[in-house]
């Protein structure tokens, strides 16, 4: 295969054209905050802060994480990372005190850039909770914690002064101002487009969160394609308000924009109202959101005061697209060429596209054409064999795209990755006769929610160590507004009272993310088993839409909110 799709560009040389090419042409916009850049302007303070981490001892292949919404600081970090040949290590801004502690030890993070808190959660407590040492030692010394061993300096994002032991994110930007540029172009120049700058952490197929390690060819390629097939250019102007920690933001927006140098209008948060008044405002082209965003801007009150009539193009991903959802997009909201996206983390992540001028049943009944430098065949889950056209198999993934692999987890890289280079994505799929891939469920059971991958086994183990729990099950339950939604089937101790949704929520919310925390919960006797002993998911996924459906039964529905209140 030829490699004329490649880009053969860091992302660093990319920013640098940009610079060059459009120096004062939007680049970076946040409304909310009354902060724009150009192209010329975000790549001198991409610059400054880049000689500014030099400063602070960052070094090549140093991990950076970063835990923080969509704030103007999030790609300068992301930029300045690359151009020294760092590694971002990506942050759900849901994660609580356990998973942060988890990733930071597991991705062996020396650097952490942070914002104070997020809906009523303290990320500064929380840090501090797990490195005490953190508030006693001078802010420009390094950290040396029990419980964090490789993390040396915390970055805060704040507005406000540091809090102890943290350096400020403007304190690292005036020390690039005095940095040696020279040096800087040097170690910029040195880098390859095959070096990893990039690990973002997702449950894959099995286990917990796992980082995926992606170059600078991976999703600096992949986002060149990804905005190609929306035919973006400079005059484009996309709103984000998906969050940038996940690949959606990061590649498919970030990425896209940065190849086609078209303007991003980022949102911190995601809010209905927000996209509406600065698609107008900025007169944006183009949006980015799972179904769940559409479904919730067609459904706003003031929809009809809005002039969207600048939108042309998107990308709805992260869970199917309903018919419904996607025709209103098309015609209401004038996004005639708006796209549909397949793919996962660890194929950073797009490998099938719709592309402009496609059908509308396409667009919803399939995730399109596989994408330029990309090999997607069909094969049994079982045996691994190539299927005839047209049957339904595991759809496995070859190219560029692959990641590195699963960072210092060489075992789980072994289990999704076989000897032929072949990625295997779990996800049942066919083609159709037109080349599209149709995807028709999952080997393994993954559960997408709102565009988030979530393993059962992590809100498995979370919920067994509830009071009275004695064994539990996870499955996916069909959901119009967030694709799935998590229903929880516990079997409980006995002389316990059944155990309610209600109560599981209470125990839950303090240890894991919201998104994981199931909304259906039902007490069940025992599991339905296999002849060796193990629990047949596929049945108790037959009894979560019988029970719950896809959440259409007002009754029940009625019942449920009065229950979780």
Same mark, same amino acid.
């Given at each position: 295969?030829?490699?004329?799709?490649?880009?053969?560009?860091?992302?660093?040389?990319? !920013?640098?054209?940009?610079?060059?090419?459009?120096?004062?042409?939007?680049?970076?916009?946040?409304?909310?905050?009354?902060?724009?850049?150009?192209?010329?302007?975000?790549?001198?303070?991409?610059?400054?802060?880049?000689?500014?981490?030099?400063?602070?001892?960052?070094?090549?292949?140093?991990?950076?994480?970063?835990?923080?919404?969509?704030?103007?600081?999030?790609?300068?970090?992301?930029?300045?990372?690359?151009?020294?040949?760092?590694?971002?290590?990506?942050?759900?801004?849901?994660?609580?005190?356990?998973?942060?502690? =988890?990733?930071?030890?597991?991705?062996?993070?020396?650097?952490?850039?942070?914002?104070?808190?997020?809906?009523?959660?303290?990320?500064?407590?929380?840090?501090?909770?797990?490195?005490?040492?953190?508030?006693?030692?001078?802010?420009?010394?390094? !950290?040396?914690?029990?419980?964090?061993?490789?993390?040396?300096?915390?970055? =805060?994002?704040? +507005?406000?002064?540091?809090?102890?032991?943290?350096?400020? =994110?403007?304190?690292?930007?005036?020390?690039?101002?005095?940095?040696?540029?020279?040096?800087?172009?040097?170690?910029?120049?040195?880098?390859?487009?095959?070096?990893?700058?990039?690990?973002?952490?997702?449950? /894959?197929?099995?286990?917990?969160?796992?980082?995926?390690? !992606?170059?600078?060819?991976?999703?600096?390629?992949?986002?060149?394609?990804?905005?190609?097939?929306?035919?973006?250019?400079?005059?484009?102007?996309?709103?984000?308000?998906?969050?940038?920690?996940?690949?959606?933001?990061?590649?498919?927006?970030? %990425?896209?924009?940065?190849?086609?140098?078209?303007?991003?209008?980022?949102?911190?948060?995601?809010?209905? %109202?927000?996209?509406?008044?600065?698609?107008?405002?900025?007169?944006?082209?183009?949006?980015?959101?799972?179904?769940?965003?559409?479904?919730?801007?067609? +459904?706003?009150?003031?929809?009809?005061?809005?002039?969207?009539?600048?939108?042309?193009?998107?990308?709805?991903?992260?869970?199917?697209?309903?018919?419904?959802?996607?025709?209103?997009?098309?015609?209401?909201?004038? %996004?005639?060429?708006?796209?549909?996206?397949?793919? %996962?983390?660890?194929?950073?992540?797009?490998?099938?596209?719709?592309?402009?001028?496609?059908?509308?049943?396409?667009?919803?009944?399939?995730?399109?054409?596989?994408?330029?430098?990309? &090999?997607?065949?069909?094969?049994?889950?079982?045996?691994?064999?190539?299927?005839?056209? /047209?049957?339904?198999?595991?759809?496995?993934?070859?190219?560029?795209?692959?990641?590195?692999?699963?960072?210092?987890?060489?075992?789980?890289?072994?289990?999704?990755?076989? +000897?032929?280079?072949?990625?295997?994505? /779990?996800?049942?799929?066919?083609?159709?006769?037109?080349?599209?891939?149709?995807?028709?469920?999952?080997?393994?059971?993954?559960?997408?929610?709102?565009? +988030?991958?979530?393993?059962?086994?992590?809100?498995?183990?979370?919920?067994?160590?509830?009071?009275?729990?004695?064994?539990?099950?996870?499955?996916?339950?069909?959901?119009?507004?967030?694709?799935?939604?998590?229903?929880?089937?516990?079997?409980?101790?006995?002389?316990?009272?059944?155990?309610?949704?209600?109560?599981?929520?209470?125990?839950?919310?303090?240890?894991?993310?919201?998104?994981?925390?199931?909304?259906?919960?039902?007490?069940?006797?025992?599991?339905? !088993?296999?002849?060796?002993?193990?629990?047949?998911?596929?049945?108790?996924? &037959?009894?979560?839409?019988?029970?719950?459906?896809?959440?259409?039964?007002?009754?029940?529905?009625?019942?449920?909110?009065?229950?979780?209140?």
């Amino acid at each position: 295969m030829s490699n004329d799709f490649l880009v053969n560009l860091t992302m660093g040389q990319v !920013l640098q054209r940009n610079a060059e090419t459009y120096p004062d042409q939007d680049a970076l916009i946040y409304p909310n905050r009354s902060c724009r850049y150009t192209w010329g302007s975000l790549n001198a303070e991409v610059d400054r802060l880049a000689g500014g981490l030099l400063a602070i001892g960052v070094k090549k292949n140093d991990r950076i994480a970063i835990w923080a919404t969509n704030v103007p600081q999030w790609l300068t970090v992301l930029y300045a990372s690359a151009k020294i040949g760092a590694v971002l290590v990506t942050v759900n801004t849901h994660y609580r005190k356990a998973e942060i502690e =988890y990733l930071l030890k597991q991705s062996e993070s020396n650097y952490l850039f942070l914002m104070d808190s997020f809906r009523g959660f303290s990320y500064v407590q929380a840090l501090s909770a797990i490195a005490p040492e953190l508030v006693t030692k001078p802010a420009s010394d390094e !950290l040396s914690s029990a419980n964090l061993p490789f993390l040396k300096k915390v970055i =805060y994002l704040g +507005e406000q002064n540091p809090p102890p032991g943290m350096l400020a =994110y403007n304190e690292v930007l005036a020390l690039g101002s005095e940095a040696d540029q020279g040096e800087l172009k040097k170690i910029s120049d040195s880098l390859s487009v095959d070096d990893i700058i990039n690990m973002q952490y997702t449950s /894959g197929t099995t286990g917990f969160p796992k980082g995926a390690m !992606l170059t600078h060819q991976n999703i600096v390629t992949n986002g060149y394609w990804i905005g190609y097939h929306q035919g973006l250019t400079q005059s484009d102007r996309i709103c984000l308000p998906v969050p940038l920690f996940h690949c959606f933001g990061l590649v498919l927006g970030a %990425m896209a924009a940065l190849n086609h140098a078209s303007a991003m209008v980022v949102l911190d948060i995601y809010s209905s %109202m927000d996209i509406l008044i600065n698609v107008e405002k900025e007169k944006c082209t183009a949006i980015y959101g799972v179904p769940t965003m559409f479904i919730t801007l067609l +459904e706003q009150k003031n929809f009809n005061k809005f002039d969207l009539s600048t939108l042309r193009t998107g990308i709805m991903a992260g869970s199917p697209c309903p018919i419904k959802t996607m025709s209103e997009t098309i015609q209401r909201m004038n %996004m005639r060429d708006i796209t549909i996206c397949y793919g %996962m983390t660890e194929t950073s992540p797009v490998v099938t596209q719709t592309k402009i001028g496609d059908s509308l049943d396409k667009r919803t009944g399939t995730v399109g054409q596989v994408m330029p430098g990309v &090999e997607i065949k069909i094969t049994d889950p079982e045996t691994g064999a190539e299927l005839p056209a /047209g049957g339904i198999g595991e759809v496995v993934v070859r190219g560029y795209v692959n990641m590195k692999g699963y960072y210092n987890l060489p075992e789980a890289t072994k289990a999704i990755t076989d +000897e032929d280079g072949w990625l295997h994505t /779990g996800d049942l799929g066919r083609f159709d006769p037109e080349g599209y891939l149709v995807i028709t469920g999952r080997w393994k059971d993954m559960i997408i929610r709102a565009g +988030e991958n979530i393993y059962p086994t992590e809100v498995e183990e979370a919920i067994r160590h509830m009071p009275g729990v004695s064994d539990v099950a996870v499955v996916a339950v069909p959901s119009h507004l967030h694709g799935e939604e998590l229903g929880a089937f516990i079997i409980k101790e006995e002389n316990i009272p059944e155990i309610t949704v209600r109560e599981v929520k209470s125990f839950l919310r303090p240890l894991i993310s919201g998104y994981k925390i199931p909304r259906f919960v039902k007490c069940l006797d025992q599991f339905p !088993l296999t002849a060796s002993g193990k629990i047949q998911k596929f049945k108790l996924r &037959e009894m979560a839409v019988e029970l719950w459906g896809d959440f259409k039964n007002k009754k029940l529905k009625s019942a449920q909110s009065k229950e979780e209140q």
